[in-house]
């Protein structure tokens, strides 16, 4: 039963514009959300979190969004750089155990 | 600061033989966990260790997987025998902790494929 979801497997943006990458929860228990970025042959690595009791965080070029009533959290990229292009995914927390979803695959063109 | 080291990097293994995972955490960190992530999924955790304790093994296959972590430091998962559906990167993650807010540091993963 997947409780995180990604819809959107890939996502292609121009270089400078602006990424926006969702993700959708359906166990209302969780309390802790984090973005992870993967480049290939290698493991994921933090992004950014947010905790459940704030609706936006922001670092630097990245900024999460957190709507608790639609289950739904997005991550902003500005402005998206070539370098961005990886595999994002999206968890959630209740407790320890991190709940990923299945990724969307970014692409940034120059 | 050294991340998470993982060995191999690939295997390829024939099914019903067995294999080895290795894994150094982050120093310092008490908690590691190990995750499958299979092609086109996201990584699940398969079991969870604060120092040398098992937290969680719940989605642990258990009568073909096992894991241990001697000495609350290096940690081994081993499949012994595999099946075809074990074909998978096994990531190994370490954090300081282990509560809500703590960061997990990734490994590179072992790459499996289970002919």
């Known amino acids: 039963d997947q409780q995180v979801k990604q819809n959107s497997p890939s996502l292609s943006v121009q270089e400078g514009r602006i990424s926006i990458l969702n993700c959708d929860y359906t166990?209302?228990?969780?309390?802790?959300f984090l973005w992870y970025k993967k480049y290939p042959a290698e493991g994921p690595t933090f992004l950014i979190s947010i905790s459940s009791i704030k609706d936006k965080n922001e670092d630097g070029r990245f900024t999460v969004f957190l709507n608790k009533s639609a289950k739904h959290l997005s991550l902003h990229i500005v402005p998206s750089q070539p370098g961005d292009s990886a595999v994002y995914f999206c968890a959630a927390k209740r407790g320890y155990a991190l709940n990923f979803g299945k990724g969307t695959s970014l692409l940034v063109t120059p | 600061e050294a991340g998470v080291a993982q060995s191999p990097r690939y295997k390829i293994i024939e099914k019903r033989q067995s294999v080895a995972f290795w894994c150094n955490p982050i120093s310092g960190h008490a908690t590691l966990y190990w995750y499958q992530q299979i092609l086109g999924q996201g990584p699940k955790l398969l079991i969870q260790f604060q120092n040398n304790g098992v937290v969680d093994d719940s989605q642990l296959p258990k009568d073909r997987f096992s894991a241990e972590r001697l000495k609350g430091v290096d940690s081994t998962l081993k499949i012994q025998p595999a099946k075809l559906e074990d074909s998978a990167v096994y990531l190994c993650?370490?954090?300081?902790?282990?509560?809500?807010?703590?960061?997990?540091?990734f490994g590179p993963g072992t790459r499996l494929t289970v002919l």
């Open positions: 166990n209302s228990m969780f309390d802790y």
């Open positions: 993650a370490s954090s300081l902790w282990g509560d809500y807010t703590d960061t997990q540091y």
